[in-house]
């Protein structure tokens, strides 16, 4: 077990195993880009553990999406409008969608992208968006 003494050598292979060990690092070492890469390509939801400079680094953020869609929850404020991050974690977990931007929750390709991959997600679309335009938008597809 680490612990926030524990030196980058013996996190890396903590997070190896268990991405969330990411949690009883140092702030040091969360704000370290190869541990949280190395974390978040385990458990993308280890993005919470990670220094909020490190939620908006594009590439670890992609790579905890591509892990686990949900890790968008996390992501900077940035990203969350970045149409190629969102749909990245729409694609593996339409609920994802909760947590775009509303510029991104409006857009009809991210939308589609959530609700092929869970119907439900269009809950979570934006007001414009509504149940009408995506059964159009299924029966263009």
């Known amino acids: ?7 980058k050598e013996e996190v890396l292979e903590a997070v190896k195993q268990e991405g969330f060990a990411l949690r009883f ?17 385990q458990e993308g939801w280890a993005l919470a553990y990670a220094s909020e ?3 908006g680094d594009r590439d670890v953020v992609m790579e905890a999406v591509k892990q686990d869609g949900y890790a968008l929850r996390w992501a900077s404020a940035k990203l969350k409008g970045d149409k190629n991050v969102v749909l990245e974690a729409v ?11 509303h510029a991104m929750r409006d857009d009809e390709d991210v939308v589609m992208a959530a609700s092929s ?11 414009r968006i509504n149940r009408n335009t995506i059964q159009k938008l299924w029966v263009k597809k």
């Open 53 to 55: 400079q490190l939620q």
């Open 91 to 101: 694609r593996g977990n339409g609920h994802a969608l909760e947590f775009a931007s």
């Open 117 to 127: 991959q869970c119907r439900e997600a269009v809950k979570y679309a934006s007001a």
């Open 25 to 41: 690092a140092s702030n040091e070492l969360r704000g370290d880009r190869e541990v949280v890469l190395t974390a978040v390509k």
């Open 1 to 7: 077990m680490i612990d926030k003494n524990s030196t």
